[in-house]
């Protein structure tokens, strides 16, 4: 039987590699592409239903796309699904100086996969969710937001992490596992 291929509409080679690294052995032959999708504005899933949706479009073909949010409790879920832009304008540091005064540091992660077979066929979505919290930047900083992110029950920060670690327990480690019981059901 040969392997699903599939195209995983990023430009994030992080990603890509433990998208990779998290499916393994499964059967899926991943590409890359770097397309340049709109992202609309809403909650991650629509945002990744949409950003799907466009991709497919413009690939004539079935496809995945992935967004990451980091969601602060004390900010009813926000920065949600625009996380890049508040680390891009305010930095780890800067992120953690927007929880004082609140009561909680509490944040989940969410990591939102959604797949298509194709032009003009609705999105299936894919969400991992992972709960920690907010805490000064340890580890590498070397992807996103990661320094920042204590996962609960484990007192390590993603960054603090061995990649084996990371992606046996992270928000992308659940969805990727959703993704590939479907693929394995449904062949695109």
Known sequence: MSPHKLTFVTGNRMKLQ???AI?????????????????????TEE???EKCRRAAELLQGPCITEDTALCF???NGLPGPYIKFFIKELGLDGLNTLLQGFPTNNAWALCTFAYSDG???EPIIFEGRVNGRIVPPRGAEKFGWNPIFEVEGTGKTFAEMTEEEKNSCSHRYRAVNMLTAFLRKHKP
């Open 47 to 49: 945002v990744a239903r």
């Open 18 to 20: 433990e998208v990779r």
């Open 119 to 121: 032009p003009g066929t």
């Open 73 to 75: 409790e004390a900010l």
């Open 23 to 43: 499916l393994g052995n499964a059967d899926i032959d991943l590409v890359s592409k770097e397309l340049d999708v709109p992202e609309i504005q809403g909650t």
